[in-house]
């Protein structure tokens, strides 16, 4: 689409207040948490001054994916708030230029916002987060369990590592079941434990531990050392282990790529809960970066006002939906991990409730 002179003007009004309010969103959000823990550990010695530069250099990214939205929807209210009281709005409307086509600019705009987010959010967020973990010395969780279950879904062993890192597999318990089982007898049929697991893509074999044989009504009955007793074989073993390294990252340390594999695993396994809850936060993704679009058009809807319109009301009712997307975003990681409500529908929730708000300001605009 070739700009004309009045693309350009509303271009550059928006351009600047967004980028203004992206900065400025940035700077409130840092202030009062990060920058200020990170300038007490750097006093008392925690952190030195290029360790603390890291730091806040490593936290943009983060700041930046939750700002870019932001600044949309407040940079498009401003503007056009500010277009509304000079009444270039209405000259523009009074010849004969439709609203939409007014904001024609802004969408484009939006458009190159939503590519940037999304860059930001699959590719410079996850090192990032990364990257702060290292510098920061943050231990991960290296607890893992891995249920392995029959092809009639009863569970056949479940598997329980306490420690690992790179390929060192270590305090592991294995609880085995008994196959077929009278009703009312103990479903255990052993517990082998052992300090060490050896893992080659192969297999997860147990070099030297215990095993804790029970009888069907649930008392230990044998104890014997077992040696090289295989544990998972097969292609299992390679997703157990593909699984046990993902799960010690959060979903934001975890590229796109990453995380469509780590997704491909869960339900592959049928790890149910952890599926729909990862492939919530990978939808959320697009989704989010959507929302630059939709912000940027509901900004331009709340910012224009009449001449005696109240000029608040915009801005107010700005605050409550960003409030209302970002506060809500746990509630539905939740629905969507529950099985509540299917994560398609958990994830599509903010930007249909958003469209349908762009739709009714439309028409009571009267545009």
């Not at 969408?107 to 190159?112: A, D, E, G, Y």
């Not at 990364?130 to 009863?154: H, T, Y």
């Amino acid at each position: 689409m070739k700009l004309n002179l009045l693309d350009r003007y509303v271009l550059s009004q928006v351009l600047i207040t967004c980028l203004g309010c992206i900065f400025i969103f940035m700077i409130v959000w840092i202030m009062p948490e990060i920058l200020l823990k990170t300038v007490q550990r750097t006093i008392n010695g925690t952190y030195t001054i290029e360790t603390a530069i890291s730091i806040l250099v490593y936290e943009m990214p983060k700041v930046l994916n939750i700002a870019l939205p932001v600044g949309m929807l407040l940079g498009t209210i401003l503007t056009f708030d500010k277009l509304s009281k000079d009444s270039e709005v209405t000259i523009f409307r009074s010849s004969g230029i439709p609203f939409f086509r007014i904001i024609a600019s802004v969408i484009v705009l939006s458009i190159f916002a939503m590519m940037f987010t999304f860059i930001v959010g699959s590719k410079f967020l996850p090192y990032s987060a990364n990257k702060l973990k290292d510098i920061k010395g943050d231990l991960r969780s290296s607890q893992f369990v891995f249920p392995v279950k029959n092809k009639d879904e009863s569970m056949n062993k479940i598997l329980i590592v306490s420690n690992f890192d790179d390929n060192n597999i270590r305090d592991v318990i294995v609880l085995n079941f008994y196959d077929d089982y009278e009703t009312g007898s103990s479903l255990l049929s052993s517990i082998v434990v052992s300090d060490f697991v050896k893992y080659d893509h192969n297999s997860w074999t147990i070099n030297s531990g215990k095993k804790y044989l029970i009888s069907e009504d649930g008392i230990f009955h044998q104890i014997d050392d077992v040696k090289n007793l295989p544990v998972l074989e097969g292609e299992v073993s390679e997703d157990a282990y593909k699984l046990m390294k993902y799960s010690i990252y959060r979903d934001r340390e975890l590229t796109n790529s990453q995380i469509s594999e780590y997704i491909k695993l869960l339900k592959k396994e049928r790890m149910d809960d952890e599926y729909r809850f990862m492939l919530n936060k990978y939808i959320q993704r697009f989704v989010h970066s959507f929302m630059c679009i939709v912000f940027a058009i509901l900004g331009c809807l709340l910012g224009f006002s009449k001449p005696r319109e109240q000029k608040f009301i915009g801005m107010l009712i700005a605050v409550g939906i960003i409030f209302g997307y970002y506060i809500t975003i746990p509630f539905f990681d939740l629905l969507a991990e529950k099985a509540i409500l299917p994560p398609l529908v958990t994830s599509l929730i903010a930007p249909i409730v958003a469209i349908v708000l762009i739709v009714f300001l439309k028409k009571s605009k009267d545009l």
